[in-house]
Nanobody
């Protein structure tokens, strides 16, 4: 019932930056958490960062200090600013919204991020 569309992935060299965006198809007025997960080849999908509707962020240790998550509730959009990218950041990045009312997760289609060494 909610569609999430990501954009901003691409190919960058190590040390470079990318900014990912994810827009929801409609407003979500219940309490919710939006965030980003990633899945590298041969790896489990893992949380990268998330952020509450009130703006409280949470980061996985591997990206702490390098990535910044933010959201614009008026636009139903979450962003991920990725700086100082490393080859190990290479993965498909998926936008996620967790509705706190019913605990349902909504997923985007994924966007590829490739970091060359």
């Amino acid at each position: 019932q909610v569609q999430l569309v990501e954009s901003g992935g691409g190919l960058v060299q190590a040390g470079g930056s990318l900014r990912l965006s994810c827009a929801a198809s409609r407003s979500i007025f219940s309490l919710n958490v939006m965030g980003w997960y990633r899945q590298a080849p041969g790896k489990q999908r893992e949380l990268v960062a998330d952020i509450t509707r009130g703006g409280t962020p949470n980061y996985a240790d591997p990206v702490k200090g390098r990535f910044t998550i933010s959201r614009d509730n008026a636009k139903n959009t979450v962003y991920l600013q990725m700086n100082s990218l490393k080859p190990e950041d290479t993965a498909v990045y998926y936008c996620n919204l967790r509705d706190s009312w019913n605990s349902v997760h909504y997923w985007g289609q994924g966007t590829q991020v490739t970091v060359s060494s």
